[in-house]
């Protein structure tokens, strides 16, 4: 059964800071993984998604990792903005299966 | 335009009455989901449909019963409503890549959550 963790749980940086986001999954037989936002009260906003055969994928301030041999992912997140804050979900998804989330990290960036 | 919408977004109701809640998707998608999200924010999937067939159930009482009237719309209608069932609800949906795939592989689109509060 596959298992996603996130670390750390929740994050407080200043507003300007390079900050990382952790996850990991026990199954490393996974067809891709997408990270996500989500706002309080709001639905999940997709990010960045990566294929199993991708390394890396980059959009704006946003960059994510894929090694799948020691099923780990991170989400780099540049220069932070208080707009940033929110929290962030990383899924993985095998091949015939649907996501399965992590619980989070809940991320805030003062100004 | 919103790509997937759910309504209504709040719900409050007694124990024991039924309710559903909607669900549309406008991006032409072959697969749609419903997560459950609890107190603790936690997600989990539900149900998937791929074409109106269901393709997932996972382990979901069945006071939940999914309903597809075709490939656009995915609604769930809850018999029986108990305390446990108070969560979020949301309904997602995907492209189905690989031909031939049963199972879509796609990136997701999620709704903006239905709040279930039961009383």
């Known amino acids: 059964k596959q298992e996603v963790t996130q670390i750390p749980a929740a994050l407080s940086v200043p507003e300007g800071e390079n900050l990382v986001l952790n996850c990991s999954f026990t199954d490393s037989a996974i067809y891709n993984l997408q990270w996500f936002r989500q706002d309080p009260g709001k639905g999940l906003t997709s990010l960045l998604l990566i294929q199993s055969s991708q390394r890396e994928q980059t959009s704006g301030r946003l960059n994510a990792s894929l090694d799948k041999s020691s099923g780990r992912s991170t989400l780099y997140i540049a220069a932070s903005q208080p707009g940033d804050s929110a929290t962030y979900l990383c899924a993985v998804r095998r091949r015939q299966s649907t996501l399965t989330f992590g619980k989070g990290t809940m991320l805030l960036v003062s100004p | 335009d919103t790509a997937v919408s759910q309504t209504p977004k709040y719900l409050v109701t007694q124990m024991g009455n039924d309710k559903s809640i909607k669900c549309e998707q406008n991006l032409g998608h072959d697969t749609m989901y419903w997560y459950k999200q609890d107190s603790k924010k936690f997600l989990k999937i539900m149900f998937s449909y791929n074409n109106k067939e269901l393709i997932i159930n996972e382990t979901v009482p069945n006071r939940f019963s999914p309903k597809s009237p075709d490939k656009a719309h995915l609604n769930l209608h809850i018999n029986s409503l108990e305390l446990g069932d108070s969560a979020v609800y949301f309904c997602?949906?995907?492209?189905?890549?690989?031909?031939?795939?049963?199972?879509?592989?796609?990136?997701?689109?999620f709704g903006e959550g239905s709040r279930l509060t039961v009383l």
């Open positions: 997602a949906s995907s492209p189905l890549q690989g031909g031939g795939l049963a199972y879509s592989t796609g990136e997701l689109f």
